[in-house]
């Protein structure tokens, strides 16, 4: 599975990006997909994350009510759409496919996932 992030760039802070996440390969294999952001000296952070399926969703505390994750199954892509954009949010984005089922607290663990896109840079000013 490659997954190919993009559609970062520079935001003023209480603006708006939109992520995508293409994927290609054995697709039919991921159950989960995920964000996950990581800025200079920090770990990976968990975002939000789907369920390829049933389309369920789950959110970090941080981003919820600003940013919506949704996917087109046709299009075998994942979004982001990030609004009110804060200067924290400023990292670099990674988009992850899972090859389980994962509820609960699994759906943030990285280690969970098991493929990633390259990542792609969101920079938020003030």
């Known amino acids: 599975v490659q997954l190919q992030a993009s559609g970062g760039g520079l935001v003023q802070a209480g603006g708006s990006l939109s992520l995508s996440c293409a994927a290609s390969?054995?697709?039919?294999?991921?159950?989960?997909r995920g964000w996950f952001r990581q800025a200079p000296g920090k770990e990976r952070e968990f975002v939000a994350s789907?369920?390829?399926?049933?389309?369920?969703?789950y959110y970090a505390d941080s981003v919820k009510g600003r940013f919506t994750i949704s996917r087109d199954s046709a299009k075998n892509t994942m979004y982001l759409q990030m609004n009110s954009l804060k200067q924290e949010d400023t990292a670099v984005y990674y988009c992850g496919a899972s090859n389980k089922y994962l509820s609960g607290s699994d759906r943030s663990d990285f280690l969970k996932y098991d493929y990633w896109g390259q990542g792609t840079q969101v920079t938020v000013s003030s």
């Open positions: 789907i369920g390829w399926s049933l389309g369920n969703t």
């Open positions: 390969g054995r697709t039919y294999t991921t159950y989960a």
